[in-house]
């Protein structure tokens, strides 16, 4: 909450309180939150979500909405936006955004293994998979850095 403070006011906190209230369970703000944002996108989606709507409902908007994430360039925003798919229950969207965020070198091992958004994909096998694939990510990385140390 402290990091979102520091740009008050904008979409992109706008949008991210969403996220924040539903990590912290405040379904209900969360839900509120939804309503002040346009209706598109991962938005619209979360909101459909939130706001119990037809499971073929969500799940036509996940499809429509996952090529677009799965193209973007930035790992940590796959990453990020697959969190929403798993909440929304869209668990082959969120594993291919996880899986591909940790192949772009986002490696999430520490967040995948705590978000609560995450929970329902903990402990099956292909989020074991990647969580071990994050994690080796993790490792290789921090190996990396201390080596370039002087």
Same mark, same amino acid.
């Given at each position: 909450m402290?990091?979102?403070?520091?740009?008050?006011?904008?979409?992109? =906190?706008?949008?991210?309180?969403?996220?924040?209230?539903?990590?912290?369970?405040?379904?209900?703000?969360? %839900?509120?939150?939804?309503?002040?944002?346009?209706?598109?996108?991962?938005?619209?989606?979360?909101?459909?979500?939130?706001?119990?709507?037809?499971?073929?409902? =969500?799940?036509?908007?996940?499809?429509?909405?996952?090529?677009?994430?799965? *193209?973007?360039?930035?790992?940590?925003? %796959?990453?990020?936006?697959? *969190?929403?798919?798993?909440?929304?229950?869209?668990?082959?969207?969120?594993?291919?955004?996880?899986? *591909? *965020?940790?192949?772009?070198?986002?490696?999430?091992? /520490?967040?995948?293994?705590?978000?609560?958004?995450?929970?329902?994909?903990?402990?099956?096998?292909?989020?074991?998979?990647?969580?071990? /694939?994050?994690?080796?990510c993790?490792s290789?990385?921090?190996?990396?850095?201390?080596?370039?140390?002087?």
């Amino acid at each position: 909450m402290e990091f979102l403070q520091l740009d008050a006011g904008s979409d992109w =906190v706008s949008r991210n309180m969403v996220g924040h209230f539903i990590r912290a369970g405040n379904l209900a703000k969360a %839900r509120e939150q939804t309503e002040k944002l346009q209706n598109d996108g991962i938005s619209g989606m979360t909101r459909e979500c939130l706001n119990n709507a037809p499971v073929a409902d =969500v799940n036509k908007l996940a499809q429509e909405l996952a090529p677009s994430v799965l *193209s973007n360039p930035d790992p940590e925003n %796959r990453f990020l936006i697959g *969190s929403y798919f798993a909440f929304c229950d869209q668990k082959e969207i969120a594993l291919r955004m996880l899986k *591909s *965020s940790v192949a772009g070198n986002y490696c999430g091992y /520490t967040a995948m293994q705590n978000d609560p958004m995450y929970a329902e994909l903990r402990g099956t096998p292909e989020f074991n998979e990647i969580l071990s /694939t994050a994690q080796k990510c993790q490792s290789d990385f921090l190996a990396q850095r201390s080596q370039a140390s002087p």
